[in-house]
Nanobody, 122 residues
Framework: QVQLVESGGGLVRTGTSLLLSCAASGLSVSNSNVGWFRQAPGMDREFVATISWAGSRYADSVEGRFVISKDNIQNRVYLQMNGVNPEDTAVYYC?????????????????WGRGTQVTVTS
């Protein structure tokens, strides 16, 4: 059974940094495609970043500010969020799929965590 558990969310000020972590069990992040998505109140879930052995990819809105990485030994995927602003406020979800090509469509991910809340104050 695949489980993804996010952690690291919280309340932070504009311009600061936050590190989100996704702990995976039941699959190996070394040969999976793992992504981060976010959903703000009243908005659709949107792509943030994704990673596999093929590389990584970012949404335009976070390119240059956020960094996705993974630890194959710890079986975790991280999202380092730098220079956050109120528009980054959302519930952040970790998602995974068995294929390894980079995917930005949330509908193509098989497994989802429950999310972690990130709130950025001005």
């Amino acid at each position: 059974q695949v489980q993804l558990v996010e952690s690291g969310g919280g309340l932070v000020r504009t311009g600061t940094s936050l590190l989100l972590s996704c702990a995976a069990s039941g699959l190996s992040v070394s040969n999976s495609n793992v992504g981060w998505f976010r959903q703000a109140p009243g908005m659709d879930r949107e792509f943030v970043a994704t990673i596999s052995w093929a590389g990584s990819r970012y949404a335009d809105s976070v390119e240059g500010r956020f960094v996705i990485s993974k630890d194959n030994i710890q079986n975790r995927v991280y999202l380092q969020m730098n220079g956050v602003n109120p528009e980054d406020t959302a519930v952040y979800y970790c998602a995974a799929r068995d294929l390894t090509n980079l995917e930005v469509d949330a509908g193509r991910y098989q497994y989802w965590g429950r999310g972690t809340q990130v709130t950025v104050t001005s």
